[in-house]
């Protein structure tokens, strides 16, 4: 792909959303009906702001959904201890729950803008900010554009890049190099990861580790975990966490074989996305599982599944078991779960974890936990169930995997350090600011 026609995909992309910037209500109400918006709130999403703007400099820290928003909360805590005024975009309904439970007052959360031209013109033009921060993989052109045309620099921080992402781009290399080569910093959790920003254009990158490492384990309300602990009683509990479509018929079959075994078994069942619970509900019953909604706070009694169909919970769900097996791993070729999910919440809270093999999105993550044993692998249903007995029967066995891959993990902290420095040639200018009193906003018009 030639630069000219590189520069006419961004056109057409950029025109293209001034097209659709009138129907986007459309849009947005059927994803409110889905609980996927925040209908009281759905105008940030066109860009307008629901506070004013702080005085001072302000940060513009985003993260797509909960994953992305819980790895950068130590993050937003170091800027907070500046003094620097955030604000924090989120895309999902979820996400934004849970940070108005965890965030400072001096943070201001709104929902990201669509990246059509006005919202993001309009969300810019308010909140004017000296930084901006993305997580992962979160790389919009038009609002990197925009950012660019008014000189502010712009960092991607824990940035990975799947092997899938990876061969897309390389196929419009002039493309990515329009993209990438706007950012003033990447930050990439892996080597490989760092080498693929590289390669498609970003002039500055560095490796710095995963900043889910370094997070804290997912929180839990005691007396919840209390209560269902004392429903659940003696009976030996498997979570299957983070589920895609297609992923939770295999994982019933598996139950069902554990169940001819250890007939009083409960597999917490977690699905990535929340809003297919009547979806997998009828999976269950198909497959003869009866089963308690969590959103419900149905009671557990004898039932076979506990649906874990609530927000915020994972922490509850996680503690519930002593084996956890992550979804989107199984690489079924019907349904294309592959890919992976992040182990590191599970070995934060005393879980056991079992995984498919599919896991390239996680890849260095993965390696580490293989290496130092602590993480088994398997390729269908009947593995994963012979596992989960095995590790059911052999508690040593099951703490010295766990113990293993706590050890790995340790092995990787410091991401939060290394990044923090990284940052600093954009942070501390906004410090000194904050410390000589400069409300005057200074992003370039």
């Known amino acids: 792909m030639s630069e000219y026609v590189a520069n006419a995909m961004l056109r057409l992309y950029r025109g293209i959303g001034y097209v659709l910037y009138p129907f986007a209500g459309i849009a947005l109400k059927r994803r409110a009906k889905q609980g996927k918006e925040d209908r009281a709130r759905r105008y940030e999403r066109y860009g307008y702001a629901s506070h004013e703007r702080p005085d001072g400099p302000v940060v513009w820290l985003h993260a797509a959904s909960v994953g992305e928003s819980l790895a950068i909360m130590p993050l937003i805590a170091r800027l907070e201890a500046f003094g620097i005024p955030i604000v924090l975009t989120t895309g999902t309904v979820t996400s934004a729950g ?55 620099p712009q960092v991607l921080i824990n940035a990975r890049m799947s092997d899938r992402s990876g061969r897309r781009w390389r196929k419009r290399s002039a493309l990515a190099q329009k993209v990438f080569e706007p950012l003033a910093l990447v930050i990439a959790q892996s080597s490989l990861d760092a080498e693929r920003f590289r390669r498609l254009g970003s002039p500055n990158v560095v490796e710095a580790g995963n900043l889910k490492i370094d997070a804290e384990s997912p929180p839990v309300d005691a007396d919840v975990l209390s209560r269902l602990k004392r429903q659940i009683g003696n009976r030996p509990v498997w979570a299957a966490v983070s589920t895609h479509a297609g992923e939770e018929e295999a994982v019933a079959k598996a139950h069902k074989l554990i169940l001819t075994h250890r007939p009083d078994a409960l597999l917490v069942l977690v699905p990535r996305h929340p809003e297919r619970a009547n979806e997998i509900s009828a999976v269950l019953y198909s497959a003869g599982l009866s089963h308690a909604f969590r959103s419900r706070e149905d009671p557990i009694g004898k039932v076979k599944v506990l649906l874990g169909d609530s927000i915020g919970e994972m922490g509850l769900f996680l503690r519930l078991a002593s084996v956890a097996f992550m979804g989107k791993s199984l690489g079924l070729a019907e349904t294309n779960t592959q890919g992976g999910q992040n182990p590191i919440e599970p070995v934060l809270t005393g879980t056991a974890v079992i995984s498919g093999c599919h896991v390239q999105n996680f890849r260095s993550t993965y390696e580490a936990l293989v290496e130092a044993g602590g993480v088994r ?30 050890g790995a993990l340790e092995t990787m902290r410091g991401a939060l350090d290394r990044s923090v420095a990284a940052l600093d040639p954009f942070v501390l200018p906004l410090r000194l600011k904050v410390e000589l009193g400069t409300n005057a906003p200074q992003t370039a018009a």
């Open 98 to 152: 849970i940070m108005s439970e965890r965030l400072a007052p001096t943070t201001i959360h709104q929902y990201v803008p669509l990246d059509l031209p006005p919202a993001v013109e309009r969300f810019i033009e308010h909140w004017k900010p000296d930084l901006a921060i993305f997580a992962e993989s979160e790389i919009w052109p038009v609002t990197v554009q925009e950012l660019a045309r008014r000189r502010v």
């Open 377 to 406: 692998l398997v390729t269908d249903e009947e593995a994963l169930a012979a596992h989960i007995l095995h590790l059911w029967s052999k508690p040593d066995e099951r703490e010295a995997l766990h113990a293993a891959a706590l």
